[in-house]
Protein backbone atom coordinates (compact mmCIF):
# COMPACT_ATOMS: atom_id res chain seq x y z
CA UNK A 1 0.00 0.00 0.00
CA UNK A 2 3.16 2.45 1.06
CA UNK A 3 3.94 1.39 -2.87
CA UNK A 4 1.22 2.54 -4.39
CA UNK A 5 0.48 5.87 -2.09
CA UNK A 6 4.54 6.50 -3.22
CA UNK A 7 4.15 6.15 -6.95
CA UNK A 8 0.22 7.56 -6.96
CA UNK A 9 1.26 10.84 -5.29
CA UNK A 10 4.58 11.05 -7.43
CA UNK A 11 2.62 10.93 -10.29
CA UNK A 12 0.54 13.72 -9.31
CA UNK A 13 3.33 15.40 -8.80
CA UNK A 14 2.59 16.05 -4.98
CA UNK A 15 6.40 14.99 -4.61
CA UNK A 16 9.09 16.99 -5.12
CA UNK A 17 10.54 14.15 -7.47
CA UNK A 18 9.25 11.75 -10.29
CA UNK A 19 10.72 8.26 -10.39
CA UNK A 20 9.02 7.25 -12.97
CA UNK A 21 8.80 10.08 -15.37
CA UNK A 22 13.38 9.94 -14.62
CA UNK A 23 12.90 6.90 -15.14
CA UNK A 24 11.06 7.55 -19.25
CA UNK A 25 13.61 9.99 -19.66
CA UNK A 26 17.08 7.87 -19.32
CA UNK A 27 15.29 5.85 -21.52
CA UNK A 28 14.42 8.80 -24.21
CA UNK A 29 10.81 8.20 -23.90
CA UNK A 30 8.10 10.89 -24.39
CA UNK A 31 6.22 11.70 -21.21
CA UNK A 32 2.57 11.71 -22.27
CA UNK A 33 0.90 15.00 -20.95
CA UNK A 34 -2.89 14.57 -22.25
CA UNK A 35 -4.96 11.79 -23.43
CA UNK A 36 -7.66 12.17 -25.87
CA UNK A 37 -11.68 10.47 -25.15
CA UNK A 38 -13.15 8.75 -27.95
CA UNK A 39 -16.92 10.62 -28.51
CA UNK A 40 -20.26 8.84 -27.69
CA UNK A 41 -20.88 8.57 -31.49
CA UNK A 42 -19.28 9.23 -34.31
CA UNK A 43 -22.27 11.09 -35.74
CA UNK A 44 -22.26 14.57 -35.88
CA UNK A 45 -26.58 14.77 -36.07
CA UNK A 46 -27.59 12.73 -32.60
CA UNK A 47 -24.84 14.56 -30.80
CA UNK A 48 -27.44 17.50 -29.39
CA UNK A 49 -29.89 14.60 -29.02
CA UNK A 50 -27.00 12.20 -26.72
CA UNK A 51 -26.03 15.35 -24.74
CA UNK A 52 -30.04 15.89 -24.11
CA UNK A 53 -30.91 12.77 -22.96
CA UNK A 54 -27.81 12.13 -20.95
CA UNK A 55 -28.31 15.10 -19.19
CA UNK A 56 -31.62 14.53 -18.29
CA UNK A 57 -30.72 11.27 -17.35
CA UNK A 58 -27.80 12.75 -15.06
CA UNK A 59 -30.16 15.09 -13.39
CA UNK A 60 -33.06 12.62 -12.45
CA UNK A 61 -29.88 10.63 -10.97
CA UNK A 62 -29.12 13.25 -8.88
CA UNK A 63 -32.62 14.58 -8.31
CA UNK A 64 -33.72 10.82 -7.14
CA UNK A 65 -30.85 9.71 -4.87
CA UNK A 66 -30.71 12.93 -3.61
CA UNK A 67 -34.28 12.55 -2.74
CA UNK A 68 -34.13 9.74 -1.02
CA UNK A 69 -30.92 10.28 0.95
CA UNK A 70 -32.31 13.45 2.33
CA UNK A 71 -36.16 11.02 2.86
CA UNK A 72 -33.63 8.53 4.88
CA UNK A 73 -31.76 11.33 6.68
CA UNK A 74 -35.17 12.96 7.39
CA UNK A 75 -37.76 10.77 8.68
CA UNK A 76 -37.13 8.73 11.79
CA UNK A 77 -39.25 5.65 10.99
CA UNK A 78 -35.92 5.31 8.33
CA UNK A 79 -33.00 5.17 10.88
CA UNK A 80 -32.61 1.64 10.56
CA UNK A 81 -29.38 -0.44 9.51
CA UNK A 82 -31.11 -1.34 5.96
CA UNK A 83 -31.81 2.61 5.26
CA UNK A 84 -28.35 3.69 6.59
CA UNK A 85 -26.97 1.10 3.75
CA UNK A 86 -28.92 2.76 1.26
CA UNK A 87 -27.95 6.21 1.87
CA UNK A 88 -24.41 5.13 1.38
CA UNK A 89 -26.06 3.32 -1.63
CA UNK A 90 -27.58 6.77 -2.82
CA UNK A 91 -24.43 8.58 -2.20
CA UNK A 92 -22.42 6.39 -4.41
CA UNK A 93 -25.15 6.18 -6.86
CA UNK A 94 -24.90 10.09 -7.32
CA UNK A 95 -20.79 10.30 -7.00
CA UNK A 96 -20.54 7.63 -10.14
CA UNK A 97 -22.09 9.66 -13.23
CA UNK A 98 -20.61 12.72 -11.44
CA UNK A 99 -16.90 11.03 -12.30
CA UNK A 100 -17.56 10.59 -16.05
CA UNK A 101 -20.72 12.70 -17.17
CA UNK A 102 -19.87 16.27 -17.11
CA UNK A 103 -16.55 15.59 -19.01
CA UNK A 104 -18.68 13.40 -21.43
CA UNK A 105 -21.49 16.66 -22.06
CA UNK A 106 -18.63 18.76 -22.71
CA UNK A 107 -17.26 16.47 -25.74
CA UNK A 108 -20.52 16.79 -26.98
CA UNK A 109 -20.88 20.18 -26.98
CA UNK A 110 -17.47 20.92 -28.39
CA UNK A 111 -14.52 19.33 -30.64
CA UNK A 112 -12.05 19.12 -27.29
CA UNK A 113 -11.48 15.66 -26.39
CA UNK A 114 -8.61 16.26 -24.59
CA UNK A 115 -8.10 15.27 -21.13
CA UNK A 116 -5.01 15.66 -18.76
CA UNK A 117 -3.05 13.10 -18.00
CA UNK A 118 -3.38 13.61 -14.10
CA UNK A 119 -6.80 14.26 -15.10
CA UNK A 120 -7.30 10.85 -16.89
CA UNK A 121 -6.01 9.31 -13.45
CA UNK A 122 -7.86 10.66 -11.08
CA UNK A 123 -10.71 9.70 -13.36
CA UNK A 124 -9.64 6.14 -12.85
CA UNK A 125 -9.23 6.52 -9.48
CA UNK A 126 -12.01 7.77 -8.15
CA UNK A 127 -14.49 5.81 -10.48
CA UNK A 128 -12.69 2.48 -9.52
CA UNK A 129 -12.76 3.82 -5.92
CA UNK A 130 -16.95 4.13 -6.30
CA UNK A 131 -17.33 0.94 -8.22
CA UNK A 132 -15.44 -0.97 -5.45
CA UNK A 133 -16.92 0.42 -2.55
CA UNK A 134 -20.47 -0.20 -4.11
CA UNK A 135 -19.59 -3.86 -4.73
CA UNK A 136 -18.87 -4.16 -1.08
CA UNK A 137 -21.63 -2.14 0.11
CA UNK A 138 -24.33 -4.47 -2.04
CA UNK A 139 -22.53 -7.22 -0.22
CA UNK A 140 -22.86 -5.88 2.92
CA UNK A 141 -26.89 -4.86 2.70
CA UNK A 142 -27.16 -8.92 1.17
CA UNK A 143 -26.09 -9.94 4.63
CA UNK A 144 -28.18 -7.24 6.91
CA UNK A 145 -31.20 -8.46 4.69
CA UNK A 146 -29.83 -12.07 6.17
CA UNK A 147 -29.47 -10.84 9.51
CA UNK A 148 -33.36 -9.29 9.18
CA UNK A 149 -34.93 -12.59 7.44
CA UNK A 150 -33.23 -15.07 9.80
CA UNK A 151 -32.71 -13.68 12.79
CA UNK A 152 -35.33 -11.29 13.49
CA UNK A 153 -35.22 -11.27 16.66
CA UNK A 154 -31.68 -11.10 17.50
CA UNK A 155 -31.37 -8.19 14.28
CA UNK A 156 -31.24 -4.96 16.92
CA UNK A 157 -28.56 -6.61 18.56
CA UNK A 158 -26.41 -7.95 15.53
CA UNK A 159 -26.69 -4.89 13.74
CA UNK A 160 -26.06 -2.36 15.73
CA UNK A 161 -25.12 1.48 15.62
CA UNK A 162 -21.48 0.61 16.18
CA UNK A 163 -21.08 -2.67 13.78
CA UNK A 164 -23.14 -0.51 10.71
CA UNK A 165 -20.87 2.35 11.16
CA UNK A 166 -17.54 -0.08 11.05
CA UNK A 167 -18.98 -2.00 8.01
CA UNK A 168 -19.65 1.53 6.44
CA UNK A 169 -15.90 2.46 6.57
CA UNK A 170 -14.17 -0.98 5.89
CA UNK A 171 -16.57 -1.13 2.53
CA UNK A 172 -14.98 2.86 1.71
CA UNK A 173 -12.08 1.78 2.89
CA UNK A 174 -11.35 -1.48 1.04
CA UNK A 175 -13.01 0.58 -2.45
CA UNK A 176 -9.79 3.23 -1.83
CA UNK A 177 -7.32 0.75 -1.97
CA UNK A 178 -8.41 -1.20 -4.34
CA UNK A 179 -8.74 1.72 -6.32
CA UNK A 180 -5.02 2.54 -5.39
CA UNK A 181 -3.86 -0.37 -6.03
CA UNK A 182 -4.85 -0.43 -9.54
CA UNK A 183 -4.64 3.00 -10.48
CA UNK A 184 -0.94 2.99 -9.55
CA UNK A 185 -0.28 0.53 -11.48
CA UNK A 186 -1.71 1.46 -14.56
CA UNK A 187 -0.28 4.56 -14.35
CA UNK A 188 3.29 3.55 -13.53
CA UNK A 189 3.14 1.95 -17.44
CA UNK A 190 5.02 3.75 -20.19
CA UNK A 191 3.03 5.91 -22.49
CA UNK A 192 4.72 7.11 -25.97
CA UNK A 193 2.83 6.56 -29.02
CA UNK A 194 -0.83 6.67 -29.04
CA UNK A 195 -3.07 8.75 -26.86
CA UNK A 196 -6.80 8.11 -27.60
CA UNK A 197 -8.46 6.79 -24.90
CA UNK A 198 -11.09 3.85 -27.09
CA UNK A 199 -13.57 4.86 -24.38
CA UNK A 200 -15.92 8.20 -23.20
CA UNK A 201 -14.31 8.35 -20.42
CA UNK A 202 -10.78 7.44 -19.01
CA UNK A 203 -10.64 3.49 -17.34
CA UNK A 204 -8.61 0.63 -16.87
CA UNK A 205 -8.39 -1.34 -19.96
CA UNK A 206 -8.99 1.74 -22.69
CA UNK A 207 -5.63 3.32 -20.62
CA UNK A 208 -3.26 0.43 -20.65
CA UNK A 209 -4.05 -0.41 -24.26
CA UNK A 210 -2.07 2.60 -25.19
CA UNK A 211 0.87 1.87 -23.18
CA UNK A 212 4.47 0.97 -25.02
CA UNK A 213 5.60 -1.08 -21.96
CA UNK A 214 4.52 -4.64 -20.89
CA UNK A 215 0.97 -4.82 -19.65
CA UNK A 216 1.16 -8.24 -18.29
CA UNK A 217 1.19 -7.52 -14.61
CA UNK A 218 -1.03 -4.59 -14.17
CA UNK A 219 -3.51 -6.83 -16.22
CA UNK A 220 -2.85 -10.32 -14.18
CA UNK A 221 -3.63 -7.63 -11.00
CA UNK A 222 -6.78 -6.15 -12.51
CA UNK A 223 -8.25 -9.80 -13.82
CA UNK A 224 -7.46 -11.64 -10.16
CA UNK A 225 -8.31 -8.86 -7.65
CA UNK A 226 -11.96 -7.89 -9.95
CA UNK A 227 -12.15 -11.81 -9.74
CA UNK A 228 -12.19 -12.13 -5.85
CA UNK A 229 -13.75 -9.30 -5.56
CA UNK A 230 -16.62 -9.94 -7.59
CA UNK A 231 -16.71 -13.58 -6.56
CA UNK A 232 -16.62 -12.74 -2.62
CA UNK A 233 -19.15 -10.30 -3.19
CA UNK A 234 -21.06 -12.97 -5.13
CA UNK A 235 -20.58 -15.59 -3.16
CA UNK A 236 -21.75 -13.41 0.46
CA UNK A 237 -24.66 -12.22 -1.35
CA UNK A 238 -25.42 -15.53 -2.94
CA UNK A 239 -25.17 -17.92 0.93
CA UNK A 240 -27.27 -15.10 2.36
CA UNK A 241 -30.24 -15.25 -0.70
CA UNK A 242 -30.25 -19.22 -0.57
CA UNK A 243 -30.71 -18.44 3.54
CA UNK A 244 -33.52 -16.21 3.21
CA UNK A 245 -35.23 -17.82 0.35
CA UNK A 246 -35.28 -20.89 2.72
CA UNK A 247 -36.49 -19.15 5.79
CA UNK A 248 -39.02 -16.78 3.38
CA UNK A 249 -40.44 -20.20 1.81
CA UNK A 250 -40.63 -21.46 5.72
CA UNK A 251 -42.80 -18.64 7.00
CA UNK A 252 -46.41 -19.42 8.14
CA UNK A 253 -47.95 -15.94 6.92
CA UNK A 254 -48.41 -15.09 3.01
CA UNK A 255 -48.34 -11.71 3.73
CA UNK A 256 -45.17 -11.82 5.66
CA UNK A 257 -43.73 -14.16 2.59
CA UNK A 258 -44.87 -10.83 0.60
CA UNK A 259 -43.13 -8.33 2.48
CA UNK A 260 -40.17 -9.76 3.17
CA UNK A 261 -39.77 -10.58 -0.80
CA UNK A 262 -40.68 -7.37 -1.61
CA UNK A 263 -37.84 -6.14 0.65
CA UNK A 264 -35.29 -8.47 -0.85
CA UNK A 265 -36.66 -8.34 -4.18
CA UNK A 266 -35.24 -4.25 -4.54
CA UNK A 267 -31.82 -4.89 -3.40
CA UNK A 268 -31.66 -8.27 -5.41
CA UNK A 269 -33.01 -6.54 -8.78
CA UNK A 270 -29.98 -3.97 -8.11
CA UNK A 271 -27.36 -6.61 -7.27
CA UNK A 272 -27.97 -8.62 -10.63
CA UNK A 273 -27.62 -4.53 -12.56
CA UNK A 274 -24.45 -4.08 -10.94
CA UNK A 275 -22.88 -6.83 -10.72
CA UNK A 276 -23.26 -8.47 -14.07
CA UNK A 277 -22.27 -5.25 -15.55
CA UNK A 278 -19.17 -4.27 -13.66
CA UNK A 279 -17.83 -7.62 -13.54
CA UNK A 280 -18.43 -8.13 -17.55
CA UNK A 281 -16.18 -4.90 -17.81
CA UNK A 282 -13.40 -5.44 -15.26
CA UNK A 283 -13.13 -9.27 -14.85
CA UNK A 284 -11.35 -9.95 -18.12
CA UNK A 285 -8.50 -9.60 -19.84
CA UNK A 286 -7.89 -6.75 -22.14
CA UNK A 287 -7.62 -9.36 -25.31
CA UNK A 288 -11.07 -9.94 -24.96
CA UNK A 289 -12.10 -6.19 -24.25
CA UNK A 290 -14.99 -5.12 -27.10
CA UNK A 291 -15.01 -1.25 -27.39
CA UNK A 292 -18.36 -0.83 -28.95
CA UNK A 293 -19.90 -3.61 -26.27
CA UNK A 294 -18.01 -1.99 -23.35
CA UNK A 295 -19.50 1.30 -23.95
CA UNK A 296 -22.91 0.34 -23.97
CA UNK A 297 -22.24 -1.91 -21.04
CA UNK A 298 -20.34 0.97 -18.90
CA UNK A 299 -23.63 3.13 -20.16
CA UNK A 300 -25.67 0.89 -18.21
CA UNK A 301 -23.76 0.97 -14.62
CA UNK A 302 -22.33 4.23 -14.85
CA UNK A 303 -25.28 6.10 -15.52
CA UNK A 304 -28.87 4.13 -15.87
CA UNK A 305 -28.51 1.75 -12.84
CA UNK A 306 -27.71 4.83 -10.87
CA UNK A 307 -30.99 6.52 -12.07
CA UNK A 308 -33.19 3.24 -12.11
CA UNK A 309 -31.97 2.06 -8.17
CA UNK A 310 -34.09 4.94 -6.44
CA UNK A 311 -37.01 4.10 -8.58
CA UNK A 312 -36.30 0.27 -7.65
CA UNK A 313 -36.13 0.94 -3.97
CA UNK A 314 -39.09 2.81 -3.81
CA UNK A 315 -41.57 1.62 -6.04
CA UNK A 316 -42.45 -1.48 -3.61
CA UNK A 317 -41.79 0.25 -0.30
CA UNK A 318 -44.44 2.35 1.34
CA UNK A 319 -41.99 3.39 4.10
CA UNK A 320 -39.90 4.83 1.71
CA UNK A 321 -43.04 6.73 -0.72
CA UNK A 322 -44.48 8.06 2.62
CA UNK A 323 -41.16 9.55 3.44
CA UNK A 324 -40.78 11.13 0.21
CA UNK A 325 -44.25 12.62 0.16
CA UNK A 326 -43.38 14.32 3.60
CA UNK A 327 -39.95 15.12 2.35
CA UNK A 328 -41.22 16.78 -0.59
CA UNK A 329 -43.79 18.32 0.83
CA UNK A 330 -46.51 16.57 -1.92
CA UNK A 331 -49.49 15.55 -1.68
CA UNK A 332 -49.69 12.02 -0.77
CA UNK A 333 -50.51 10.14 -4.02
CA UNK A 334 -49.32 6.50 -3.74
Known sequence: LLINLFYFFSILGILPFNPIRKKMVKANVTWMSDFYLTELSGLPEVEISLFVMVILIYLITLAGNGALLLAIETDDRLQTPMYFFLSNLSLLDMLCPTITVPKMLQILLSSDKRISFVGCMLQVFFLIDVISTEVFLLAVMAYDRYVAICSPLHYANIMNKRLCSQLTTVTWL??????????????????????????????????????????????????????????????????????????????????????????????????????????????????????????????LYGVVTPMLNPMIYSLRNKDVKRALVKTLNLKEFL
Open 174 to 299: LGFINSMVHTSLTFSLSFCGQNKVNQYYCDLHPVMALSCSSTFLPELVVLLVASAIGGAAFLVTLISYVYIISAILHMPSSEGRHKAFSTCGSHLTVVCLFYGAAISTYARPASTYSHTQVRIVSM
